[in-house]
Every structure is written in structure tokens, then in C-alpha cells.
């Protein structure tokens, strides 16, 4: 225990001066980039480089505990999905200055189509006046598009056909959404950001859980998707010493790119 708290102070003493340059050390120090390395293999150079120019444009990120983000970037590395915010498939996300890992509902799209079980799969908006039939027991939807009368949204709706000729048809009202939200939600930070793409997020994960065929990969996604982010508060414990170790002693953070060795 007094190793464990010794490692969190000098983390935190470090990370304090210079946020995203001691990120960078981390980045560097080579345990990190052999375990990026043996996921990504020579996709880990640019994983990481992507990774410092994320937390480069987030005040947010630069205040969390910096191994609290690379825990969250493996996650990410592990179901090999990329974290850039505009991309939507999987983002790091502050909490209470705790970086914690959260996929996109076009991350599951893509896990899903990665097992090559799913004809199809898809989540939309719907709008005022676009939905003409929803029956809960046989699923019967009807949605014209030619019908919407302005662009406020009153629900979702989710689909997926599997390659053995299963379908499934889900509906979620605005009202459904926000009844999940206050109930699940451990913050508001996606909701605040990107409301319509965390619904549909919580359509898909709902179906596919429910209804879905989960490869591995799908099922790591969903379990890390909902783990309670005061439990990656305990990330830093002894076998992270050699990295915060070899950060002290690592490149210099002005290096202009990350570079494997052969």
C-alpha cells in the first residue's frame, strides 16, 4: 500500500507541472510502446501518436491522472478502434479528473460487421412526423422519411439482420432515452456533447445485447463500455512502477513522432 500511494504522489507531482509533456514521457518510456506494440503491431506508432494529440486539445483530459489515459487507450488499442473525437468510434472521456474509456455507437457498428454475422445493422433518428407504426410484439415499424415536419427528434430506431436471416426491429421514444439516461448514466459529459449519438449508442448496445450475436471482441466492448469509472481510480498499483520508472528517464517530450524499434 505505501508503494501504491508513493507511485500515485509521484504521478501526481509530475503531472501537475506539465500535463500533456509528462503524458508524453509515459508515451515514450518503452514498456508502454512494447504493450501498445504487441496489440497494435505497426499501428501503434500512429495509435499513440494520436493519443498526445488528443489530450494535447483537451484541458479536460490534461487534468486526469495520466495512467488513468493510457488505461483507457489500451482499451481502445485492444478492440483496435481508432479514439479520434470526430471519428465517433470510441472516445476518452475526463471523469472527475479520471480518464475513462467509452465506445461509440459506430464502434459497436464496427465490431459488429468484424465478426462477419450481420447482413446488416443500422441505428437512426427519427423525427416529428416520420413515424407512421410502432407494435412492441411483432415489431412492425413503418418510418417515412417524406412525413417530417421539422427536425426535432422523438426517438430512435435500431435494425439488424444477421447472415441466417435473423431480423430485429427496435423503437426507443425520447422519453424511453431519458428514463435510461438518469437511471444508467454516471455523467453527462457525452449526453452534453452529442446527445442523438450516446441514444443511439444506447439503442444498439441494448439490442445487441439483448438479441445479438457477441463475438469476444464485442462482449470486451460492452463490459468496458459500462464499468463504473471510480474503479479505474485503482489503475496505478505496483506493476505500473517500472513505467512511471522509466517515464522520468524517457525521450525528450519535444520528439516529433513516435518510432518503433525493429
Not at 483507457?72 to 479520471?98: C, F, Q, R
Not at 412492441?136 to 413503418?142: A, G, P, Q
Not at 479505474?232 to 517500472?242: M, N, Y
Request: charged share 25%; aromatic share 10%; hydrophobic share 40%.
Amino acid at each position: 500500500m505505501a508503494k501504491q500511494a508513493d507511485l500515485k504522489n509521484k504521478l501526481a507531482n509530475k503531472n501537475s507541472t506539465n500535463p500533456t509533456a509528462y503524458l508524453k514521457n509515459l508515451v515514450y518510456a518503452p514498456t508502454v510502446q512494447q504493450k501498445f506494440k504487441e496489440v497494435l503491431k505497426e499501428k501503434a506508432a500512429h495509435f499513440l501518436t494520436s493519443l498526445i494529440s488528443l489530450v494535447d486539445s483537451s484541458p479536460d483530459l490534461q487534468k486526469c491522472n495520466p495512467m488513468t489515459i493510457i488505461a483507457s487507450a489500451m482499451k481502445a488499442a485492444t478492440l483496435e478502434l481508432p479514439i479520434d473525437k470526430n471519428l465517433g468510434y470510441a472516445w476518452i472521456v475526463p471523469y472527475k479528473n479520471v480518464a475513462t474509456f467509452q465506445i461509440g455507437y459506430k464502434g459497436y457498428i464496427q465490431l459488429a460487421l468484424r465478426t462477419g454475422l450481420y447482413r446488416s445493422i443500422n441505428v437512426i433518428e427519427v423525427y416529428e412526423g416520420e413515424l407512421r407504426k410502432w407494435n412492441r410484439l411483432t415489431e412492425e415499424l413503418d418510418i417515412d422519411e417524406g412525413a417530417r415536419k421539422s427536425d426535432h427528434v422523438i426517438g430512435y430506431a435500431g435494425y439488424f439482420e444477421l447472415t441466417n436471416g435473423f431480423i430485429k426491429r427496435v423503437y426507443w421514444s425520447k422519453e424511453d432515452i431519458e428514463r435510461h439516461r438518469k437511471k444508467f448514466a454516471k455523467s453527462d459529459f457525452g449526453w452534453e456533447n452529442n446527445y442523438d449519438a450516446m441514444a443511439k449508442k444506447t439503442v444498439l448496445r441494448n439490442m445487441l445485447s439483448k438479441w445479438g450475436i457477441l463475438s469476444i471482441d464485442m462482449q470486451r466492448a460492452y463490459v468496458n463500455d459500462i464499468d463504473d469509472p471510480e474503479q479505474t481510480k485503482e489503475v496505478i498499483d505496483v506493476e505500473w512502477s517500472e513505467i512511471i520508472e522509466e517515464a522520468n528517464v524517457a525521450n525528450s517530450p519535444e520528439q516529433q513522432e513516435i518510432v518503433f524499434e525493429q
